[in-house]
């Protein structure tokens, strides 16, 4: 029986081989922050105590329907601003209620159980409550309520679903923070 030969190191052939990988997991990095997620920095402390500044996350779109609880990055509807990052209250069709004396959130007449905001919302904003939620809107809010530019002021009122970016499902820093994001 004949022995294998042992094919001769080639260096050029090495280096071929890496560029190779190289190209392709570039590639699919792009393809995936091009078409599956995208990144989003936390700007200032309007979520405290959920996120903190400069804390980052992946965002995504795909198949995304805005649902009560959820994250969400969205651009400003005068475009003017960088994104901002709040949590959805209210979908289309439901009445939000805010009682500024107890700092009770109410949506379809249930106050809400926000175990995550900072402290009691007391800074009213200018938008008059009750308001229900248009078709093809949503109505957010930070968690840290009186820190917060969001629904209740009519600079960014309602928030048309089409200005969402995507929720947020992944916070890749800090890293101690490194995980799905509920």
């Known amino acids: ?20 990988t190289l190209v392709w997991a570039t590639v699919a990095v792009i393809l995936v922050f091009t078409f599956v ?27 995304y329907s ?22 959805v209250i209210a979908t289309e069709g439901q009445t939000v209620d805010i009682n500024f004396e107890t700092g009770d959130v109410t949506v379809d007449g249930v106050v809400l159980d926000e175990p995550y905001i900072y402290e009691q919302t007391e800074e009213e904003g200018n938008m008059e409550f009750p308001a229900t939620v248009p078709e093809g809107h949503v109505f957010v809010l930070g968690d840290n309520r009186n820190n917060s530019r969001d629904s209740r002021f009519t600079s960014i009122g309602m ?23 509920g």
Do not use: C
């Open 37 to 63: 997620a995208r990144t989003a920095v936390v700007s200032g402390s309007s979520m405290l105590p959920t996120y903190h500044d400069a804390d980052r996350m992946l965002i995504s779109d795909m198949a």
């Open 66 to 87: 805005p649902k009560q609880g959820d994250i969400v990055v969205f651009a400003e509807k005068n475009g003017e601003k960088e994104n901002l990052i709040k949590r």
């Open 1 to 20: 029986m004949a022995k294998k030969e042992k094919k001769p190191f080639s260096l050029k052939k090495e280096v071929m081989e890496w560029m190779e």
């Open 159 to 181: 928030v048309d679903e089409r200005l969402i970016l995507g929720r947020a499902w992944w916070q890749i820093f800090p890293l101690d923070k490194l995980g799905f994001i």
